[in-house]
């Protein structure tokens, strides 16, 4: 009943910019934590960045300074801004929420994945 729509990846030159969004598809209640995660290839997946409901982040140190993690709380939607994108950033990019639903239930959903290439 609640999806996770991910866009916004793509082939990008090392030193470029991309921009992720990841928005639900469905009404909401709340949205306790929103995150990106990463996984390459012959990799486990990481967290990349968090934004919880008060707003407060967390990245990991490798992207910290390089990628910003915001919110549309109107729109359901979290979007990370790659800046200063490395080779090493390439992986499959996906989105995770803690949302609440207007039964009052929470549940966890991941996004699909997209993948980011990064070119050297």
């Known amino acids: 009943q609640v999806q996770l729509v991910e866009s916004g990846g793509g082939l990008v030159q090392a030193g470029g910019s991309l921009r992720l969004s990841c928005a639900a598809s469905r009404r909401i209640f709340s949205i306790n934590a929103m995150g990106w995660y990463r996984q390459a290839p012959g990799k486990q997946r990481e967290l990349v960045a968090a934004?919880?409901?008060?707003?407060?982040?967390n990245y990991a140190d490798s992207v910290k300074g390089r990628f910003t993690i915001s919110r549309d709380n109107a729109k359901n939607t979290v979007y990370l801004q790659m800046n200063s994108l490395k080779p090493e950033d390439t992986a499959v990019y996906y989105c995770?929420?803690?949302?609440?639903?207007?039964?009052?239930?929470?549940?966890?959903?991941w996004g699909q994945g997209t993948q980011v290439t990064v070119s050297s």
């Open positions: 995770n929420a803690d949302l609440v639903l207007t039964t009052g239930n929470k549940y966890n959903y």
């Open positions: 934004i919880t409901s008060g707003g407060s982040t």
